[in-house]
C-alpha cells in the first residue's frame, strides 16, 4: 500500500517527475508518440486526487488524533464509531488512489495516441517499476 499510496498522493513534484520518465521512456519504448512536456501534463493531471487525500488526511488527523498513523490503536479499536469511520477513510482512500490510476491510463494513452488498453497496460507497468524502485 505504501508504493499506491506515494503514487497517488505523490511526495511533492519528485514522484511527478519519476513518473513522468517512467511512462515517457516505456510508451517511447513500445513506439508512443507524445513529447516529454505530453507526458508530464499527463502525470500531473493524475496527481490531482492526491489534493482531496490531502484533505482527508486533515480530516483523519481531526478524527483520530494521534491514533492516526500508529500501528497500536487501542482507541479506534474500542470504539465502534471510530473503528467505522476507519474504514470509511480506508475506503475513501482506496476510491481515490483508483481514481488517479483511471486518470493516469487515460491521459499517458492520450498524450502518446494509443489505445486505452495499451495505456493501462503501461500505466500498471509503470506503477510495478516505480514499487520496485520504491523497495530498492
Avoid: N
Avoid at 12 to 29: D, H, K, N, Q, T
Avoid at 78 to 85: G, H, I, N, Q
Amino acid at each position: 500500500m505504501g508504493a499506491v499510496f506515494l503514487f497517488s498522493v505523490g511526495a511533492g513534484p519528485l514522484f511527478c517527475m519519476i513518473y513522468s520518465a517512467v511512462f515517457y521512456g516505456l510508451e517511447r519504448f513500445v513506439g508512443g508518440k507524445g513529447r516529454w512536456r505530453d507526458v508530464q501534463t499527463a502525470t500531473a493531471a493524475a496527481m490531482l486526487p492526491g489534493v482531496a487525500k490531502l484533505i482527508l488526511w486533515l480530516m483523519q488527523l481531526a478524527v483520530f488524533r494521534e491514533e492516526a498513523w500508529m500501528e497500536l490503536t487501542f482507541r479506534i479499536d474500542s470504539s465502534f464509531f471510530l473503528l467505522v469511520a476507519y474504514f470509511f477513510f480506508l475506503l475513501l482512500d482506496a476510491i481515490l488512489t483508483v481514481w488517479a490510476i483511471v486518470i493516469l491510463a487515460g491521459a499517458v494513452s492520450e498524450a502518446h495516441e494509443f489505445p486505452l488498453w495499451k495505456g493501462w497496460l503501461l500505466v500498471l507497468t509503470g506503477i510495478g517499476l516505480g514499487c520496485v524502485q520504491i523497495r530498492i
